[in-house]
Every structure is written in structure tokens, then in C-alpha cells.
């Protein structure tokens, strides 16, 4: 088994960018031609291009009394977060993967200024604030330089920061008097480095996806934004916008796409998904996999990810633990689900394979030492091409399954990025994949 050194220095700090606005963007700047001619048709082909987001100041917000409710499981050690972060994107690198950063997107789509200020709009409005204050915040997020809105967006304002700049709106609002000074009117989006969840990349098309929690709701309106001003190519989904995240869309293969329904993405939404993953051509099967409802499974690729174009990574007792169905249209074009027994069997049919292979996280253990490493998503790796993965090194037994079972493990450090309850999956979006061979 391969392992990466961990990189627990504390990184360079970043040069601030300058303060005067920049010369107007052309129409669509070079950072978001990366969201441009993207292809991703399966979880394990060589990947070519990924969207990551190293965190920055946002993740200072955390403290012991908001981090749950923002989400992490306890505050994170900012600067070796970001130490981790960078040597998984240096991995990533080392690989020939074209690493994306999402805050140069996002800053690029915001260069834009009718789609900034329907950006910024759009964000505020999602918090229900008093008219004198929504003003206000708008009003701020537009005072700072261009090149800075990206991260003062990511960051979050307080109560305190308005009144600095605003007073008289935050003295004489209900809104504002009745909160903490310390208190969010844009929350801090401290899980934005999950980049995976925002949005789903699926053949030629994106969906720019309705978060579940409000704590992340600001996420796919930025990532929707990115991908409007870059001219990509979204997937129509119809009807009223339903709670779905990307950690639940795997890519089994060409034409085959597994939905997680659980805490996050809930059963209307897997419907319209699968309606217009059919209706478009782009899926002739879809599963719909009914996960526990239990933290360290919030997601299917929590429980469930690939690691070759037949073999699959997994989570064992929660595995078992779900139900699946298969989803289809009947002649009215109405999405119907129907219970599937044999769910590996049944999904290697459909993706036209003679059988599947699974690996279990864990291996053969159980009790405390098998629960300790589903907790740090043993089972969320990500695949950098057929039988080549990135794991957290801290899931030692789990990587040893892998290895033993013919599959190259890249390590990468794990101590503080994992307090978000997230792994190498959760932290990369891939955006252009090599089709596998046939």
C-alpha cells in the first residue's frame, strides 16, 4: 500500500487580493472554462479534470457553540485543514488530475455584473431577512472589490460586520436587535470544501442542486450561478425544486445512475431526478437506494462508492441495512419504483456485467474497530482511474482490504478534514472522466 507523507506544516498564506476593482472580465473568463466540455459518465474512468475548494477564512467561523448546527462534528484546526487539503490536491496533481478551485469560479461568475447581482440577490433573499437589512447586507457584499465577493460570500457576514458598515439598519432592526452581535445574517459556508454535493456532472450536463439544510442552501446557488455564466449545459428537471445532493448520485456506469434517499435527498427528488435522467436519454437504468437513517450515512457515497468499473467499496452492515428499487416511466411518462430483491445481481445486468465485486470496509471486523473507520468514511474513496483510489490514511484496515484485493491506495492526511464527516469523495467533484474502456 502507497502512502502519501503528511503534510502537517502550516501552508504559505495567501497573497490578499488587490483592492481596487479589476478591468471588466471578458464574457467568459478562463476560470470558468473549466465548467465547459465536461463529460463524466462513470465513478472509475482516468480523471481528468475535478472541482476542490481549499477552505479558507469561512472555516474560522466554526466554534464550539455553532458547529453542529453548521454541521462538523467539532471546530477544525484551520490551518492544518488546509495543510491536508493541499496535499490532496498536490496528489491529485501528481496524477496529470487538473485540479479546479471553486472560488476562482465562483469569483469569475461574479466578474458578471448582472449575474452578480442576481447571484447576490438570490442569496440573500434565502435568508428572510428584514427589508432594512437585506439592503444592507446586499449593499456590503457589493462595497468590496470583485475579486474579493467570492470569499466574503464563502466567509458570511455578521451581525457585528453589518453594523460596522451599515449601522444605522442594524440599530433600527428588529432582525439585527434581537440576534448575537456574533450572530450570522449570511452564514459562513463551512462545507463548501464537500464539493461534491452542490452539484451532479453527468455525461455533457450539470445539475446545480437545491441543498437540504439551510446551512448549505447558498451552495447550489453558487455552483447554479458558476455554470450559467460558463455556459454549461444544465439537465431540465421539472417541478418544484426538491431537496438532492451530489454525494448521492453515483455513476455506475453508462447509462446506470444509483440515488441515494436518506437525510439529505428525499424520495420526490429522486423521482424527478430519475424522470429526467430517462426522459433526456441520459440513464436507461436508475436505482433509487433507501439508506439508514444515521449520521455516518448522510450520503450513499458515505456507505457505497467504486473503485472499478465492476468492483465496489462498501460499508458492509449499512449496505445491508438499505433497500433498493428500481425506477422507471410507465406509458403516461410517470416515474414508478418497484422493490429489488437482489440488488447487486440486478445492477450487474444492468450495467451488462456477468457479476459485481464487493469490498467490504472492515474487512471481516466488527464492533468498535469497524464502526471507528465507517465513522472517518472508510468507504468514501475516490477513484483517480480503474483500480487506483485516494483514501484518508487513518483507515488503516479499511485500505488494507483494498490493497489486498488488487486495488493501488494513494493516502492522503485526514486528522481535521474528516471533523465534517467527509472524505476524498465528498472533497472532489470530477468534471471530465475518460470513458472506460469497453
Request: net charge neutral.
Amino acid at each position: 500500500m502507497r502512502r502519501s507523507p503528511a503534510l502537517y506544516d502550516d501552508p504559505h498564506p495567501r497573497q490578499r487580493a488587490p483592492t481596487d476593482d479589476p478591468p471588466p472580465e471578458p464574457a467568459r473568463p478562463p476560470d470558468l472554462a473549466a465548467l465547459r466540455d465536461t463529460y463524466v459518465d462513470d465513478e472509475t474512468g482516468v480523471l481528468r479534470r475535478v472541482l476542490t475548494h481549499r477552505p479558507g477564512a469561512e472555516l474560522s467561523r466554526l466554534g464550539p457553540g455553532n458547529c453542529h448546527d453548521l454541521l462538523f462534528d467539532d471546530v477544525p484546526w484551520v490551518q492544518r485543514a488546509q495543510a491536508e487539503h493541499d496535499a490532496f490536491t498536490g496528489l491529485l496533481r501528481r496524477n496529470g488530475v487538473e485540479v479546479v478551485e471553486l472560488e476562482a469560479v465562483l469569483a469569475a461568475a461574479l466578474a458578471h455584473p448582472e449575474a452578480g447581482r442576481r447571484t447576490v440577490r438570490a442569496l440573500v433573499a434565502a435568508q428572510r431577512l428584514g427589508p432594512p437589512v437585506a439592503a444592507a447586507v446586499d449593499a456590503m457584499c457589493h462595497a468590496v472589490p470583485v475579486r474579493e465577493r467570492a470569499g466574503l460570500l464563502l466567509a458570511g457576514i455578521t451581525v457585528r460586520e453589518l453594523a460596522a458598515e451599515h449601522p444605522r439598519a442594524v440599530a433600527s432592526s428588529l432582525d439585527t436587535l434581537t440576534r448575537s452581535p456574533d450572530a450570522f445574517v449570511l452564514p459562513p459556508l463551512v462545507n463548501a470544501l464537500f464539493v461534491r454535493d452542490s452539484s451532479s456532472w453527468l455525461g455533457p450536463c450539470h445539475i446545480a442542486h437545491r441543498m437540504a439544510g439551510a446551512a448549505r442552501r447558498a451552495e447550489g446557488l453558487l455552483l447554479g450561478a458558476a455554470a450559467r455564466a460558463a455556459g454549461a449545459r444544465p439537465l431540465a428537471v421539472h417541478g418544484p425544486a426538491e431537496p438532492v445532493e451530489g454525494g448521492d448520485v453515483l455513476l455506475a456506469g453508462p447509462g446506470c445512475v444509483l440515488v441515494g434517499v436518506g437525510e439529505r435527498t428525499t424520495p420526490a427528488a429522486a423521482e424527478q431526478l430519475a424522470r429526467a435522467l430517462l426522459t433526456s436519454g441520459r440513464a436507461r437504468h436508475v436505482f433509487a437506494v433507501l439508506l439508514p437513517r444515521a449520521r455516518q450515512c448522510m450520503h450513499l457515497d458515505t456507505v457505497l462508492t467504486m473503485v472499478d468499473g465492476d468492483t465496489f467499496l462498501a460499508s458492509d452492515p449499512h449496505l445491508r441495512a438499505c433497500r433498493w428499487f428500481a425506477l422507471r416511466l410507465d406509458r403516461d411518462g410517470a416515474v414508478v419504483a418497484a422493490s429489488v430483491d437482489d440488488p447487486l445481481p440486478r445492477l450487474a445486468r444492468s450495467l451488462g456485467l456477468p457479476a459485481l465485486r464487493l469490498i467490504t470496509a472492515g474487512g471481516d471486523r466488527t464492533g468498535v474497530a469497524a464502526q471507528r473507520e465507517q465513522w472517518s468514511d472508510a468507504a468514501n474513496v475516490l477513484a483517480i482511474r480503474p483500480r487506483t483510489v485516494i483514501a484518508y490514511d487513518r483507515n488503516v484496515v479499511a485500505n488494507e482490504q483494498l490493497s489486498a484485493a488488487g486495488i493501488e491506495v494513494l493516502t492522503t492526511p485526514s486528522a481535521e478534514l474528516v471533523r465534517g464527516r467527509g472524505g476524498p469523495h465528498c472533497l472532489s467533484c470530477p468534471l471530465v472522466r475518460d470513458p472506460l474502456p469497453t
